[in-house]
């Protein structure tokens, strides 16, 4: 490359001059990128599976994986079911059934 190229090839940002460094082949156009999305697809199956997901790949807290607000539901709910059916099931009285009912709501079990 002569000097007058070298110095052409940097006056490349006006307008005017980038069709004529492209006819002569001193600007390149680059091949669009294609992102393959497969990989992707088989980690999500595997994640799907249970894979990659232990306790080395979590990133928020013990609290925003599995909220305790939902584990209380959970129990409380199975609780209240149980307490239910003992009810229905005359295994227990309607003073018996409050009074374990009210221990249930305030985390006793």
Not at 9 to 21: F, G, K, Q, T
Request: charged share 30%; with cysteine; net charge positive.
């Amino acid at each position: 490359m002569s000097r007058r190229e070298i110095g052409e090839i940097s006056l490349a940002n006006l307008p005017r001059n980038i069709p004529r460094y492209h006819r002569d082949g001193l600007i390149m156009e680059k091949p669009t990128v294609v992102y393959s999305r497969a990989k992707v697809a088989l980690r999500n199956e595997a994640k799907r599976k249970r894979r990659h997901t232990g306790i080395g790949k979590q990133r928020g807290t013990a609290n925003a994986c599995l909220p305790m607000k939902a584990i209380w539901m959970r129990r409380t709910r199975v609780f209240r079911r149980l307490l239910r059916k003992m009810r229905d099931a005359k295994e227990i009285n309607n003073h018996i059934y409050h009074t374990l009912y009210m221990l249930a709501k305030g985390k006793h079990f």
